[in-house]
């Protein structure tokens, strides 16, 4: 059992940055970490990933704009979020995988708006 606790989110203006924080309760050295968000009145959608050996991917949308980062020692993994947009308003999850096992942390609202 993993918990995951996300922080880091607010609300920034428009081309404003954020780094958001996942710290799990346990190791994570072996598990694919992620990020999702969910926009108001839409579905929860991919944003990127993190696999152990340290391979990421990106939703086109944020391609370019964030990145995603891991610190095994700290079971830690973070998303930093450049050039914000008022469509990256959303609530962003955490996730681990390993294998067929899944975690969701709480979720962190972030909200980008003048």
Not at 87 to 92: K, S
Request: with cysteine; hydrophobic share 30%.
């Amino acid at each position: 059992q993993v918990q995951l606790v996300e922080s880091g989110g607010g609300l920034v203006q428009p081309g404003g940055s954020l780094r958001l924080s996942c710290v799990a309760s346990g190791s994570i050295f072996s598990h694919v970490m992620s990020w999702y968000r969910r926009a108001p009145g839409k579905e929860r959608e991919y944003v990127a990933f993190i696999s152990g050996g340290g391979t990421t991917n990106y939703a086109d949308s944020v391609k370019g704009r964030f990145t995603i980062s891991r610190d095994n020692s700290k079971n830690t993994v973070s998303l930093q979020m450049n050039s914000l947009k008022p469509e990256d308003t959303a609530v962003y999850y955490c996730r681990a995988t390993l294998g067929s096992f899944v975690y969701w942390g709480q979720g962190t609202q972030v909200t980008v708006s003048s």
